[in-house]
Nanobody, 121 residues
């Protein structure tokens, strides 16, 4: 599975962004898809995940109520809608794929190259 993120840019605090991740391969619906982020000097952290059938979505407490993850298995894409952004959301955002469920980045098999999100105050 190859993953390519897009949509990151500079945005003002309070604004919104929509990140997209395009996946290759015919078994996209078999994978749980996750979004992670990594800020300078910090460890990569879980943001959100969605099961293969979209039956389950999970969020980090820090983004719950502001971010929404979704997927379109017909188009092999997963998106992250981010609202009410704050400077603390500034990071490189990665999409990733795994079989099964979980939040540990070590359990994700495939990763994109990342897209930079910068939120100015």
């Amino acid at each position: 599975v190859q993953l390519v993120e897009s949509g990151g840019r500079l945005v003002q605090a309070g604004g919104s962004l929509r990140l997209s991740c395009a996946a290759s391969g015919r078994t996209f619906s078999s994978y749980t898809m996750g979004w992670f982020r990594q800020a300078p000097g910090k460890e990569r952290e879980f943001v959100a995940s969605i099961t293969g059938s979209s039956s389950g979505t999970y969020y980090a407490d820090s983004v719950k109520g502001r971010f929404t993850i979704s997927r379109d298995n017909a188009k092999n894409t997963v998106c992250l809608q981010m609202n009410s952004l704050t400077p603390e959301d500034t990071a490189v955002y990665y999409c990733a794929a795994r079989l099964g469920f979980g939040r540990d980045p070590k359990s994700y098999l495939y990763w994109g190259q990342g897209t930079q999100v910068t939120v100015s105050s």
